[in-house]
């Protein structure tokens, strides 16, 4: 699971100290979700189709969130993800496909189902002459069963801007305030378009934290980035959007046949002037002393790697094995337009 | 929701809308400060005067009605036009979307607001004109004064939503709203008393601020004539209904793209 030891972003996440003021809060938070759609899919999207005159935004796209997930659409600006988003959010009418959200189409959900979604958009847009805590309140009177404002206020981190009108806080606080009153109605479902385009990487840090927090109190939660790294800090489950389509699905491990790729095995030889003996499957290279080797089966190869070195008494310096990471797998699939 | 829900939700939402205006100092200075402003300004220089076509009237008789209406127009035209091309070029109107709060309630709570506003405004304008002008007030005319405000101040405000939904942008509102705002104040006889057999009056009297002006000056006419002219109610209820038909169809949530 993400943010476990498996995760290697999740040591860093505790090091701020703003976040360990969140974690440090003096009741527990409720949890999200009194419906129960356990059987249910909260997101589905069906071939989905959107043009906008001749230029088409979303081209057949398919993809299902399960309750008390994390699901990050990732893509690159101008990919789909916001036009995609925009129709589950209800502000979009779709050209083609079948869409649900909570079980609803959100066409005409209404206010049925925006009393169940939170909405966080791209761009931070609040009322500028209220406090924090003024806002909080006039917006946890729109729903049937809110948050209290002060615990929403503590999960977000302003409760030293709590009595501060709006316009006075940072842009990044204005942020905060604006996934506040997203989560204030307490939310089953949380769309958030591009969390943290234009954050620091403390600040992003601390968002992400966040969306942890919201996850852990069962909220489902449907987010789009461009940042590879975000996607696999967060999300449970990954789609690749580009073009319009979705080139790969799958988790942060397995995305774009990431788990199944060919392995590299990297090393120097320090006392060795050429690769001259060393076992070198094919593909393998060796230059400037570094030998690199390709290989879907590493651990077979480090075995006879190991047992040429212990007999020969060389001495293997630097050795590494990596996987392709999220980003190579991303590129690779962004890369060639379709 | 049940109708008594759906009214405390507009109020409660008014109450917010009350809270933010006063606190922006723009809003609060043009709508307020200005007809204030008005009236002494023109208050002063006319004092003692008298409109001879009004049959020998003090000027502050008429005038201090006048400036009741442009107090209307103000709160309920201008500043709801504005405030409206405000939010949606801001995205909070899209982000109000999002919300459960329906789309009438978020119009309901802006014209009960501007209402208010506008109530609020016109009470300062009459409570100078009084105690400074030595305006009499016709404590009898109550209904009817409610009456024109009421029907005068929805249907600027129907207007204030047309215009600000056909604004196309935020650099755009203040020209095209005061371009209309203005030159009907001035020729409307807000400021200053128009005859109405002027050719002036024959034309202003088919656009909302002059009907709405003179039977908010009838009102406070000191001659006792007919408490109430029809036609004139009529032509701002016509703007009114029009206005909000056709705000209907161009009221957008979003910016244009």
């Known amino acids: ?338 | 929701m049940s109708r008594r829900g759906d009214i405390t939700m507009v109020l409660r939402e008014a109450r917010w809308e009350q809270l933010a205006f006063w606190r922006n100092p723009a809003a609060a200075v043009f709508t307020g400060a200005f007809p204030v402003m008005f009236l002494v300004i023109f208050g002063t220089i006319n004092q003692g005067s008298r409109i001879a076509f009004y049959g020998g009237i003090r000027f502050a008789q008429y005038y201090v009605p006048a400036i009741i209406s442009f107090s209307m127009m103000g709160a309920c035209y201008t500043a709801l036009a504005m405030q409206l091309v405000n939010r949606r070029e801001s995205g909070i109107l899209k982000r109000t979307r999002a919300t459960p709060l329906p789309a009438w309630a978020v119009i309901a709570s802006q014209i009960l607001s501007s209402l208010v506003v506008g109530l609020l405004v016109s009470l300062l304008v009459g409570i100078i004109g009084v105690a400074a002008y030595g305006v009499h007030v016709y404590w009898s005319r109550l209904p009817v004064f409610i009456v024109v405000m009421l029907l005068g101040g929805l249907s600027l405000a129907a207007l204030g939503l047309l215009v600000g939904s056909l604004v196309p942008n935020m650099d755009a509102a203040p020209g095209i709203v005061n371009f209309i705002f203005f030159p009907i104040v001035f020729l409307s006889g807000t400021f200053y008393p128009i005859k109405a057999t002027s050719l002036v009056s024959q034309i202003m009297q088919w656009l909302p601020l002059r009907p709405f002006t003179l039977s908010m000056f009838r009102v406070f006419d000191p001659r006792g004539g007919p408490l109430i002219d029809f036609r004139d109610l009529l032509v701002l209820a016509a703007w009114g209904v029009g206005s909000a038909v056709l705000a209907a169809r161009v009221f957008r949530w979003e910016p244009k793209h």
């Open chain 1, 1 to 338: 699971m993400l943010g476990g030891p498996g995760c290697p972003l999740a040591p860093a996440i505790g090091n701020s100290e703003t976040i360990t003021v969140w974690h440090r809060r003096s009741q527990p938070l409720t949890p999200s979700g009194s419906a129960n759609f356990s059987d249910v899919s909260a997101v589905i999207v069906d071939g989905l189709r959107k043009s906008y005159g001749s230029v088409e935004a979303v081209r057949g796209v398919s993809f299902a969130v399960e309750p008390g997930e994390v699901f990050a659409l990732l893509g690159p600006n101008g990919a789909g993800k916001t036009t995609t988003l925009g129709v589950l959010e209800g502000y979009r009418d779709r050209d083609e496909g079948r869409v649900e959200v909570l079980g609803t189409d959100p066409a005409v959900g209404g206010r049925a189902l925006r009393e169940r979604v939170g909405i966080v958009l791209q761009d931070i847009a609040v009322q500028p002459y209220l406090t924090v805590r003024e806002s909080l309140r006039r917006t946890s009177g729109y729903y049937p069963r809110p948050r209290a404002v002060d615990e929403v206020i503590d999960l977000v981190g302003l409760g030293e801007q709590a009595a501060t009108r709006v316009r006075r806080l940072s842009g990044g606080q204005q942020r905060r305030l604006d996934l506040a009153l997203a989560v204030i109605g307490r939310p089953d479902l949380l769309f958030l378009d591009e969390p943290t385009t234009g954050f620091d990487a403390a600040a992003r840090r601390e968002a992400w934290a966040l969306v942890r927090d919201l996850r852990d109190l069962g909220t489902t939660i449907l987010l789009t980035t461009h940042y590879m790294d975000e996607a696999q800090a967060l999300a449970d489950r990954i789609a690749v959007i580009d073009h319009g389509r979705l080139v790969a699905e799958g988790t942060p491990e397995t995305v774009g046949g990431r788990d199944t790729a060919e392995s590299v095995v990297r090393f120097t030889l320090p006392d060795h002037d050429d690769a001259t003996g060393v076992p070198m499957p094919d593909g393998a290279t060796a230059a400037g002393g570094v030998v690199t080797v390709r290989t879907t089966e590493p651990l077979s190869y480090l075995y006879t790697l190991s047992s040429w070195a212990m007999r020969h008494d060389v001495r293997v310096e630097g050795l590494s094995v990596g996987r392709p990471s999220l980003e190579d797998v991303y590129l690779q699939l962004t890369r060639d337009p379709l």
